[in-house]
């Protein structure tokens, strides 16, 4: 099945340092989402994008969606104490099959930010 | 809209216990998802429902679990009997296109 692995698995940064994950698959995905987790709260949308190439902005997090559709990355600059969290990449396959409507998640990247 | 509504918050229950969970998905999705998160094995997809009929349950652990979605605005996961290595958090999600929005989760602690 579809896998996607995410790295690093953990970062510990001090603030005002830029952090940079990203996330590869084995197979193409239509739209690529970024979610981050705040400790005993469900993941939260952060960024999605929808088109190979494309780069896309959120404040101080910036996402693109590689040419290959296989990968993604996403950048966080200027880190504060409250970036602290898991952040989670998912991809989503828009074609059809049992697959379809489902986004399969990489293993998250565990960021810790000392002020 | 309130989002993706869990209930409840948190539950502890005794193994071989019946546990039922609830969500109430945001108005107007038409996909419904329920995820389980352990340290262990991250986000597990259980099983997803498009227009209130099970799409795939392949990620349902064994007969003790089931879900049911009666209506667009209403699904449970229920586990029974419960045991100790059922304890995780359990998220309901919905979606209309690809972007899922999550609920708070259910902690569920089976002693």
């Known amino acids: 099945g579809q896998q996607l692995n995410q790295s690093p698995q953990s970062m510990f940064i001090q603030e005002g340092e830029d952090v940079s994950m990203n996330c590869t698959s084995s197979?193409?995905?239509?739209?690529w989402l970024w979610y981050k987790q705040d400790p005993g709260e469900g993941p939260v949308l952060l960024i999605a994008l929808y088109k190979a190439g494309e780069l896309t902005s959120n404040g101080r997090l910036t996402a693109q969606f590689g040419i290959t559709r296989k990968d993604s990355f996403l950048n966080i600059s200027a880190s504060i104490p409250s970036d602290v969290g898991i952040y989670f990449c998912?991809?989503?396959?828009?074609?059809?099959?049992?697959?379809?409507?489902?986004?399969?998640f990489g293993q998250g990247t565990i960021l810790t930010v000392h002020p | 809209d309130a989002g993706v509504i869990q209930s409840p918050r948190h539950e502890v229950t005794e193994m071989g216990q019946e546990v039922t969970l609830r969500c109430k998905p945001i108005?107007?999705?038409?996909?419904l998802f329920w995820y389980r998160q352990t340290m262990m094995r991250g986000l597990e997809l259980l099983i997803y429902?498009?227009?209130?009929?099970?799409?795939?349950d392949s990620g349902m652990p064994e007969d003790r679990f089931s879900a049911k979605m009666p209506n667009a605005s209403f699904s449970t996961l229920k586990i029974q009997p419960s045991e100790p290595r059922d304890s995780a958090v359990y998220f309901c999600?919905?979606?209309?296109?690809?972007?899922?929005?999550f609920g708070q989760g259910t902690r569920l602690t089976v002693v």
């Open positions: 429902f498009n227009n209130n009929v099970p799409i795939d």
């Open positions: 108005s107007g999705h038409d996909y």
């Open positions: 999600a919905s979606s209309l296109l690809a972007e899922a929005f």
């Open positions: 197979s193409i995905f239509n739209t």
């Open positions: 998912a991809g989503h396959a828009d074609a059809g099959g049992t697959s379809y409507g489902k986004l399969t």
